[in-house]
C-alpha cells in the first residue's frame, strides 16, 4: 500500500506531551554568540506553537563532524541562551545525552521550561542510524516532529530511525513550508524559469539541475563548477579545480540543453590570480579562457553583465551556490552581483537556497527581496531530485495508519 499522508504539528493534542523536536542549529558560533540566525528563526514558530500548546518540549540537534578534538567547539549549550531569550523560558541543558536525565527532567516541563539536548552527533550511533540509538531516544517522545529540512536527506538516526520508533510523528511548519515552496518550484512556477547555480561540485547539483532541465528557460552557471563545464567544451580553464569524474556528466548536461533550444551560460571573463594567490596580481581575463599558471576566483564584468540580463528576463529565479569566491572581499562582486541583479528583477518569484548563497544573501542585506530563503542547501537539491527525502519518508503514513492515528488523536 503506498505512503501517502504527513501529520503536522498542528494535528496532534500536544498538552503534556513529550515532544521531541529535530531542529538544525548547524550554525556558526563566534566567541560563544550565534552569529547566524536564519536556521534557528525558522523553527521559532513550531517551538513557539508546541510551548503555546503546554507540551514538554525537548530539543534535538547536531554541529559540524564532531571528533575529540573538536568537541568543545561543536557544543550546542551557547544556543540555550538564544533559544531562552527568543522563546522566554528557561532551558535546561542536558550534555549527558544517554543518561536517565532527559527522562526525568521532562515530566516536570511546562510552557516556561524545555530541554535542549548536547549535540546529537556527539553519540556514535547518530551517524550510523543504531537502531537502538533511536530506541532510546523513543523512550521518552509521545510525538516526534521534524524541523529540519536542511538535514533530512541523511540516514541518520534523529531523522529518519526515531520517527520510525515512535508512534505519533509528523513535520513542523517551516519543514512544510519548504516542501510547498519547492514543490511550487519544480512543477508550478511561472516561466521564464532562470536557474543559476555556482559552488564546488558538478556532482553535487547536476542531477537536481538535470531533473528541472523541462521546466527552466535557461541556466546560469559559475563558481567552481562553470570550469568542469568549460573544460567539457574545450575550453582551456588554467588551474582551476576540475572534477574529471564529472566531466562526462556536464558534457551529457550541455547536448540535453542544447537539444532542447535552451541556452546554457557560462562565464565569459574571470578575475584571475597566480598559482601563489598574490593578490595584487590579480587580472581580469579577456574571454573565457583561464591562462596556464593562474586560477579563477570571481567571474568578471562582461559575464556579470550577461547573466544580469539574462535573470532580468526572469518571472521565476532559483539560485544556489557563490558564482565566486565571496567570503573573500576581493573576490565579492559576482555574487554580490547576481544577488543585486535578483533583486532587481520584476514581478519574479525569488528563491535562494545553501548556506553559502544564503550568507551572501545577509551580507548584501537585500534577504527582505527574496520570496523565499531556503534552508535546505543539499537537502533541498536532493529534494528537487527525487521529490521526497529519508526524513520525509519516515514520517509517512499509509491511508490505513493515517486513519488509525486520526481516530486515536482525540483519546491520545
Request: hydrophobic share 35%; with cysteine; proline share 4%.
Amino acid at each position: 500500500m503506498p505512503r501517502t499522508h504527513v501529520y503536522s504539528i498542528d494535528d496532534f493534542e500536544l498538552k503534556d506531551k513529550k515532544v521531541f523536536i529535530r531542529t538544525d542549529f548547524n550554525v556558526p558560533v563566534k566567541n560563544g554568540f550565534v552569529e547566524d540566525h536564519i536556521r534557528l528563526q525558522s523553527a521559532l514558530s513550531t517551538l513557539k506553537y508546541a510551548l503555546k500548546n503546554q507540551a514538554r518540549v525537548i530539543i534535538g540537534s547536531h554541529r559540524g563532524r564532531p571528533n575529540k578534538d573538536n568537541k568543545k567547539k561543536l557544543s550546542l549549550e551557547p544556543f540555550g541562551y538564544y533559544l531562552g531569550k527568543e522563546l522566554n523560558c528557561e532551558v535546561l541543558f542536558i550534555e549527558d545525552i544517554e543518561s536517565v536525565i532527559p527522562s526525568v527532567l521532562l515530566s516536570s516541563l511546562n510552557e516556561k521550561k524545555i530541554v535542549l539536548l548536547e549535540n546529537l552527533r556527539f553519540h556514535p550511533g547518530e551517524e550510523k542510524g543504531d537502531r537502538h540509538w533511536a530506541e532510546q531516544l523513543s523512550s521518552y517522545v509521545d510525538i516526534y516532529i521534524n524541523e529540519a529540512f536542511s538535514v533530512s536527506h541523511r540516514h541518520h538516526v534523529s531523522v529518519e530511525a526515531l520517527p520510525q520508533a515512535v508512534k505519533n510523528c509528523g513535520q513542523g511548519f517551516s519543514m512544510k513550508k519548504e516542501q510547498e515552496i519547492l514543490d511550487y518550484i519544480r512543477d508550478r512556477s511561472p516561466s521564464p524559469f532562470v536557474l543559476l547555480a555556482g559552488g564546488v561540485k558538478v556532482s553535487d547539483k547536476i542531477k537536481a539541475i538535470d531533473c528541472l532541465i523541462d521546466r527552466v528557460d535557461s541556466v546560469l552557471i559559475g563558481g567552481v563548477m562553470a570550469y568542469t563545464f568549460l573544460k567539457a567544451k574545450g575550453v582551456s580553464t588554467g588551474e582551476a579545480f576540475i572534477q574529471k569524474e564529472s566531466l562526462k556528466m556536464a558534457e551529457n548536461f550541455i547536448n540535453r540543453l542544447q537539444i532542447r533550444e535552451k541556452p546554457l551560460l557560462l562565464p565569459i571573463d574571470h578575475v584571475v590570480v597566480p598559482m601563489n594567490g598574490n593578490k595584487n596580481k590579480k587580472k581580469i581575463t579577456n574571454d573565457s579562457e583561464v591562462p596556464d599558471g593562474f586560477c579563477p576566483m570571481d567571474i568578471g564584468p562582461k559575464t556579470i553583465e550577461l547573466f544580469s540580463k539574462e535573470l532580468n528576463k526572469a518571472r521565476t529565479v532559483f539560485w544556489n551556490g557563490p558564482v565566486g569566491k565571496f567570503e573573500d572581499h576581493e573576490f565579492s562582486k559576482g555574487t554580490l552581483s547576481m544577488c543585486e541583479a535578483i533583486t532587481q528583477c520584476k514581478n519574479t518569484f525569488r528563491v535562494v537556497g545553501g548556506g553559502d548563497s544564503i550568507a551572501a544573501v545577509l551580507q548584501s542585506g537585500k534577504q527582505e527581496c527574496f520570496d523565499y530563503i531556503s534552508t535546505g542547501g543539499g537537502a533541498a537539491l536532493k529534494y528537487l531530485e527525487q521529490g521526497s527525502l529519508p526524513g520525509i519518508d519516515s514520517l509517512l503514513k499509509t491511508p490505513q495508519e493515517a486513519k488509525l492515528l486520526k481516530e486515536s488523536l482525540s483519546s491520545f
